[in-house]
Nanobody
Framework: QVLLVESGGGSVQAGGSLRLSCDTSRVRYRLASMGWFRQAPGKEREGVAGIDPDGRTTYGDSVKGRFTISRDSAKNTLYLQMNSLNPEDTAMYYC????????????????????WGQGTQVTVSS
């Protein structure tokens, strides 16, 4: 059963922007810490951004100042706004949820999350 559904990926040139969305309507969203992760071919999955139920956020060093994570409780949707994209951002991006868990400021650890989406591909060309 797929509980999280990502969308918004695609191909973009370096310097461009994309906004990813994650439908979380099947998860107890209001009480969940949420996160975005990415995985490039041959590399480990890495944390991109995390957000706790109160909206506090944390970011990976490589995306600070360029990416913004946000959540719309009314729409049960998690977002990742990605600006100033570069080829190193090319990866499969995954949404993750940890219902009932409060990681203050969010978490970038894959082991902190127990629900995952199937991913959306982001490709940035130079």
């Amino acid at each position: 059963q797929v509980l999280l559904v990502e969308s918004g990926g695609g191909s973009v040139q370096a310097g461009g922007s994309l906004r990813l969305s994650c439908d979380t309507s099947r998860v107890r969203y209001r009480l969940a810490s949420m996160g975005w992760f990415r995985q490039a071919p041959g590399k480990e999955r890495e944390g991109v951004a995390g957000i706790d139920p109160d909206g506090r956020t944390t970011y990976g060093d490589s995306v600070k100042g360029r990416f913004t994570i946000s959540r719309d409780s009314a729409k049960n949707t998690l977002y990742l706004q990605m600006n100033s994209l570069n080829p190193e951002d090319t990866a499969m991006y995954y949404c993750a949820a940890a219902p009932g868990r409060l990681y203050y400021g969010g978490s970038l650890k894959t082991t902190d999350y127990n629900y995952w989406g199937q991913g959306t591909q982001v490709t940035v060309s130079s």
